[in-house]
Structure formats: structure tokens, C-alpha cells
């Protein structure tokens, strides 16, 4: 895990330094992974297109069916082919982009794997049509599918794949497992034998060998069920063993030299538990963990100023600047009378003690108010006044200011609880490399919004914000 890294001091995580690891040649795949809502799409695209803006020639693999990926790189769809995206590459470097199709892949499988009437037999046949579109763990395998033909293709130096949101933590590893074992052809196997028995008999035996299938096959019933089968089973017989083996071999894939996880969160607890739940898994699967990047992270260019003197700066200005009154003067400061035993100043008169102070709740008077007679005889409207004569109501701007102090202070009591989670994360995990992106005022919908992304993921830390 040294590549991509940089060391900081003890009590500080190691610095994920993505620009780093996107330059290595020897980075062939990054994988980034995670709960959904987090930004594992955005952080795929952005590492994309800094790749592209690098020299690298990429293509990012998305399985997100929101499809936000081809609206933000200016692409009016994306389907199961890579298609590039322009103005991103500088000098050789290029991106495309793609979004996983699991039946059409699933359909490229068979097509490339059986001769013609065979595929025929088998696209038409009902079990496999269900199977291909929504059994359970297709998606994730059809995903280690397509990830296992780009890198066979060779067509690109860098591939980034953004993981299908699921809640499992890593469906993406286990998937494959479930379903290379269900199409290994020993499972197959046990499906086949009532069809050859036929009748009740069969069909009772079928029903216990079902018990473990959920969801598609139950929705496929009586006779029909075990001639589909029994079709299915013929007409790919010889496919078998070649969905077990193509998903252990990408499998080693991803546990080889050129594989690089980059765990994706977000900076809330039930978000850092789960990448918590990921680097145990990866690193008990022997898979090559590159770091954590901590989306959504926020800063403030004004964090000398703690919480708690933001607030009581918000209380004074709201409760009349009670803290700010000289010993002795509580109480006077809109009563227009001076206190007892004070002198009054040289030259003043009545009018000039008696004018609103620099904190009044009075809107003061204008320069050219009817009792002065004409603007700009001197007359003194107090602290509220301006250059040009306009009046300013100082009650106004306290309460401005006072909700500009609270803002502040939600603000660094948010620093603060994000800054607690992420240390409770890295007190467990604290040779994960982090790299945390700073939080944007909205949603990114472009590559201009990609770019910063990836400026900010190859900062490592969060700008002020």
C-alpha cells in the first residue's frame, strides 16, 4: 500500500495521493467501492477525467441506474459499449465511458460461447430470459463479466469501475461466487432430474430442490417450469463450467499487482462503519486497498472562531449588547440620558448626547432630515450613518450579523462531529490513506464539475469552505 500514499505525522492518516496513483502505468483497474449515496459514481467520473487530463488513456465501467455519469461528461446515453468522451484528453490522454447492460452482456456470453442455433435456443428460452434480466447476483457477476473482457481487450491503460449500489457491503466479490456455483452445472444438475422423472412425483421433488431459489423462479410455474428447464439446461450444457471459471479468474484479477480499491464514504457514522465493514473484507480477501476517499467533507476559512464564541457574539448582539457595557452603564444604552456623575463633554450639546449610539434600535435620522433645515449641515446621525448620508437601522444589522454567527457556529459544530467520525474510523484503520473532498454547494452535473472534483480529490484535504 505504499504507492499513492503519502506519510504525515502520528497522529495523522496517511495521505492518499490519487494523482500518484492515476500516473503509475502499472495502475491497470481502480475499483472504487462503497455504501450507496456516497458519490462512488461522481468519484469514478472524476477520476476519469483526471486520469484523461494526466495522459492516461481510461474508460470508466458505471452500474449506476441513475445515469448521472453521461449527463455530467455531456453524453446523451450510455449503454454496454464504451463510447468517448471529447474534450477531455490532453495531449494523448482519452476517456470513455460505459454503463453495464447485464442482459446484453449475459446475451454477448452466450453468443460468443454457443454456435448460432444453440444461442437462438437459448435468448428465446423463458427461464433464461428471467434469469439473465433479474436473478439475484447477475448484475455483479455481468459486472465482473464486462470488467474481465476490457482488460482482455487491452484497449485501455486505466480502467475505473464504479461498484452496482447494493446494501451488502461487497455484493460485487460475492456475487459472482453465488452464481458462478448455480451455473457450474452441479446445481443444473439437480434441476434436471424431475424434469427426466416427470409427473407429481417430479414435480414434488422439484419444489424441494427450489427451496433454495428466490424471486425469478418462483414466478415461473407447473409444466412450463420443468420444460424450460429442461431447454435451458440442454441447450447450455456445454457453457457450464465456463461462467465459474471466467468469474474465479477475474476474481484473481482484482486480487493482482494493478488492482487498486479505493473505498468511498462519506464523513457520517453509519457510512464510515460500513467502509470499516469494506477495508476488513478487502484485506481478508487479499485485495489491494489503495485508501479511503471521505466525500462531502466540510471547512470553513473562518475556524479560529470557535462554536461557542459565535454563539455568545450572536446572544450579545440579540440581547442588546449587555457584555459590551462599560461597568456601571447596563440598561442605558437606548435611554438618551448620561449616567449619573458623568461630565459632560466640551462644546456638546444637548442634541449630540442625546443622538443614537453605535448600537441604538432606533433607525437614526438622515443628513438631510426636516429638522436640520438642509443636508449636510454637520448634522451628526451617529454610528449608523454612512458617507453618503443614508441612514442604517443598526437593529437591522445586528440581526443580520447575529444569523451570520449561528450559520457559523452550525457550521463548525458540523466540522467538529464529522472531524470525531472520521478519527473513530482511523483509530481502527490507521494505515488507510485518506484523501477527503471537500463538499460542493451543489450537485456536480458537468466535466467542469468533475474537474473540481478531481482538483479536490488530488488536494487530499478539504479546501475552506
Known sequence: MSEGVDTVGMDTPPRLAVDRLLDDPETRIIVCCGAGGVGKTTTAAALGVRAAGRGRKAVVLTIDPARRLAQSMGIDSLDNTPRKVETVGAGEGELHAMMLDMKRTFDEIVEAHADGERARAILANPFYQSLSAGFAGTQEYMAMEKLGQLRARDDWD??????????????????????GSFLDGKFIRVLM???????????????????????????LMGASLLKDVQTFVAAMDTMFGGFRTRADAT??????????????????????????????????????????????????????????????????????????????????????????????????????????????????????????????????????STDSGIAVDTAVVDRITAGLLRLHAERMQVIAREQRTRDRFTS???????????????????????????????????AGA
Not at 193 to 219: C, H, I, Q, W
Not at 252 to 270: H, I, M, S
Open 428 to 462: 481502527l484503520h490507521p494505515e488507510v490513506a485518506v484523501a477527503e473532498v471537500a463538499a460542493l454547494p451543489g450537485d456536480v452535473h458537468d466535466l467542469a464539475g468533475l474537474r473540481a472534483i478531481g482538483e479536490r480529490l488530488a488536494a487530499g484535504v478539504p
Open 158 to 179: 486505466l480502467i475505473i469501475v464504479d461498484t452496482p449500489p447494493s446494501r451488502s457491503a461487497l455484493d460485487f466479490l460475492d456475487a459472482p461466487k453465488r452464481l
Open 193 to 219: 432430474a424431475p424434469a427426466k422423472v416427470g409427473g407429481r412425483a417430479g414435480m414434488k421433488f422439484l419444489n424441494v430442490g427450489m427451496s433454495m431459489m428466490t424471486g425469478t423462479l418462483s414466478k
Open 251 to 384: 476474481f484473481r484479477l482484482l486480487q493482482a499487482p494493478g488492482t487498486a480499491f479505493l473505498v468511498v464514504a462519506a464523513p457520517e457514522p453509519d457510512a464510515l462503519r460500513e467502509a470499516a465493514y469494506f477495508v476488513d473484507r478487502l484485506a481478508a480477501e487479499n485485495m489491494p486497498l489503495a485508501g479511503l476517499v471521505l466525500n462531502r467533507v466540510h471547512g470553513s476559512g473562518a475556524d479560529q472562531l470557535s462554536a461557542e464564541r459565535a454563539l455568545a457574539a450572536a446572544e450579545n448582539l440579540e440581547e442588546g449588547g449587555i457584555v459590551d457595557q462599560e461597568s456601571g452603564k447596563a440598561g442605558l444604552r437606548d435611554s438618551g440620558a448620561e449616567p449619573t456623575g458623568t461630565a459632560e463633554t466640551a462644546g456638546s450639546t444637548p442634541t449630540e448626547r442625546t443622538a443614537p449610539t453605535a448600537r441604538t434600535a432606533q433607525t437614526t435620522r438622515t443628513a438631510d432630515s426636516p429638522e436640520t433645515g438642509s443636508p449636510g449641515t454637520g448634522y451628526d446621525t451617529g454610528a449608523g
